[in-house]
């Protein structure tokens, strides 16, 4: 097995007596990805601030590899029109001044040539891909990643885990990503959290996706989603919407 | 032209440059309400400085300041809105202070002075104290630029980048209070908020960069300083509103000149 990174160990969290976490274990390796999964309201974002060590659990702890160097992408990014920022200037505010890793950033989420546009000029696609630059920028071992394609339309979502995915590849730091759209992340992802307070299960993406407790939560449309995603894709969209062939595809029998 | 005229302007234009720079980051951090509330609770520093018959400039600070502190520890704990809470100390400490001014029977106060600012009321001791604090305030603003800014864009992504925010907006809150300090007689205690964002806000039709704001807004400021005290001494109007009404003037003319280009 890889190098673990993170490991949270019965993590407990209530605020004014109600229990926003209980109980919750959960480990990322490097070069995994572990997506977390649940309905609103879950804890998700909870135990993400726990694990960053924005907030202290009530009880259990979090232990990390030690120097680990974390990449944050926080699930909102309000940008005020008072604000004159470009997006280079926003890869700056990290504290790494370096002119030339902030276009490779850039550039590794496809944005450079948008390096001298205002932020707030940008889409919702285009801004979470800078964000996710800021969060390459410090080289980090561990990508923490609240529901990385918030605000972004479906075709650019694929697209975004996709390039999370070859991020993941090419630089083996472990992802740590919250979620609610049960579709796409699954194809992406190594390991599934699902939970809801607790952990109600986890396992490979495939296996949770059996299991009761994944359908009591998510009830049986998931499941067809599931269905409907195991009948394999044999192309992609790219980013202008056009399809791209996959190289070894069987032949599309659901949704492509 | 007269000596007190000449340190008019110096107290103006100290106050401008600060104010510009500290201006542009509570635009930016929404903070236009925490102003408003230091520089409130500022005149309960002119009531307690008269009761002890010190000039007001040192007890303003420190009420300023310990106001500041207040606040920052206040919004860590939740049970009212952020704007409940600078309303309750804004108008406590005002009320504070003009109850303890009516205690004092024996002071005559020119009230509106400080409320308002006067030209008059500025000595050299002023100007030293208003350039020195100046200085200080840009140089520490500079010090904790890029940290202070971070954490007003997104302060959770800051702290996991490793800036300390609770003690970069501590000291932020703390220059705001030097800058009330600052303020305080060529300005008045009710116009600082509105030395601090009007020029501001009307240098960001200029900046494409958060810093070239902030110096365009010390260039707005020092112009609206000008003129305002200008006017004021032409047609004996209190020195504070006619600064702010001049910088106000600037904030519309490029309003109404940048709606035109586009």
Same mark, same amino acid.
């Given at each position: ?28 390796? !490097? ?6 999964i649940g309905?609103?309201g ?9 694990v ?7 009880t ?10 974390? +990449? ?47 932020? !707030? ?15 390459l920028? !410090? ?7 609240d ?6 339309d ?14 993941r ?11 609610h759209?049960?579709?796409?992340v699954?194809?992406?992802?190594d ?5 809801n ?12 996706s !059996? ?29 202008? +919407? ?6 070894? +595809? ?7 | ?6 340190? *008019?302007f *110096? ?13 542009a ?7 236009? &309400? ?13 009531a ?32 009212l809105? #952020? ?17 303890v001014?009516?205690?004092?029977r ?6 509106? =002075? &400080?409320?308002? =600012?006067?030209?008059l009321?500025?000595? /050299? ?41 609770a003690?970069?907006?501590?000291t ?8 009330? *300090?600052i303020?305080?007689?060529?300005v =008045?205690?009710?116009p600082?908020t509105?030395l601090?964002?009007?020029?501001? *806000?009307?240098a960001?039709?200029?900046?494409? #960069? /958060? ?19 200008w006017g004021?001494l032409?047609?004996? #109007?209190?020195?504070?509103?006619s600064?702010?009404v ?17």
């Amino acid at each position: 097995m890889a190098e673990l990174l993170l490991a949270a160990d019965g993590v407990s969290v209530d605020f004014d007596g109600r229990v926003a976490l209980s109980n919750v274990s959960l480990t990322v390796h !490097r070069g995994e990805i572990v997506s977390l999964i649940g309905p609103n309201g879950a804890g998700k974002t909870t135990l993400v601030r726990v694990v960053l060590g924005l907030l202290q659990p009530s009880t259990g702890r979090v232990a990390t590899l030690p120097g680990l160097r974390i +990449g944050y992408m926080p699930q909102f990014m309000p940008i005020d029109e008072i604000l004159p920022m470009t997006a280079a200037r926003f890869l700056a505010l990290s504290g790494v001044s370096d002119e030339v890793r902030i276009a490779k950033a850039l550039a590794d989420v496809g944005t450079d040539h948008l390096a001298g546009a205002q932020l !707030r000029d940008l889409s919702g696609g285009e801004l979470r891909r800078v964000i996710l630059a800021r969060a390459l920028l !410090r080289e980090p071992d561990l990508l923490v990643l609240d529901e990385p394609v918030q605000g972004v339309d479906v075709g650019g979502q694929a697209e975004l885990y996709g390039l999370i995915t070859r991020l993941r590849d090419q630089t083996g730091c472990g992802v740590l990503m919250v979620s609610h759209d049960l579709h796409i992340v699954m194809a992406e992802t190594d390991k599934v959290v699902c939970m809801n307070h607790h952990v109600c299960c986890t396992g490979h993406p495939e296996a949770v996706s !059996r299991m009761p407790e994944y359908l009591a939560l998510f009830g049986p449309a998931a499941a067809q989603h599931l269905a409907l995603y195991a009948h394999g894709h044999d192309h992609r969209h790219d980013q202008h +919407g056009d399809v791209v062939p996959l190289k070894s +595809g069987r032949p599309m029998d659901g949704h492509g | 032209m007269d000596d007190f005229v000449l340190r *008019a302007f *110096a107290a103006g234009l100290g106050a401008a440059a600060a104010a510009g720079p500290l201006g542009a980051f509570v635009v930016w951090g929404r903070m236009a &309400y925490f102003g408003e509330a230091l520089a409130h609770s500022a005149i309960l520093g002119v009531a307690l400085g008269l009761a002890v018959g010190l000039d007001p400039t040192w007890p303003v600070l420190i009420v300023a300041a310990a106001v500041a502190l207040l606040l920052s520890a206040l919004q860590e704990s939740r049970g009212l809105a #952020t704007d409940t809470l600078l309303g309750i100390v804004a108008q406590g400490t005002l009320a504070l202070g003009l109850v303890v001014l009516a205690f004092l029977r024996n002071v005559r106060v020119d009230l509106l =002075g &400080y409320l308002f =600012g006067d030209v008059l009321a500025v000595t /050299p001791e002023d100007i030293v104290f208003i350039w020195g604090a100046a200085v200080l305030a840009i140089a520490v603003l500079m010090r904790i630029w890029r940290p202070l800014l971070s954490t007003l864009v997104h302060a959770e992504l800051a702290q996991v980048e490793g800036v300390a925010v609770a003690r970069v907006r501590v000291t932020f809150m703390l220059l705001i209070a030097l800058l009330v *300090a600052i303020a305080l007689k060529i300005v =008045g205690l009710l116009p600082i908020t509105a030395l601090l964002i009007i020029p501001a *806000a009307t240098a960001r039709a200029f900046a494409r #960069t /958060p810093e070239r704001m902030a110096l365009i807004a010390a260039g707005i400021g020092a112009l609206s300083v000008v003129f305002g005290l200008w006017g004021s001494l032409v047609w004996d #109007t209190p020195s504070g509103p006619s600064i702010v009404v001049a910088a106000l003037a600037a904030f519309l003319a490029v309003r109404i000149m940048f709606v035109r280009w586009r």
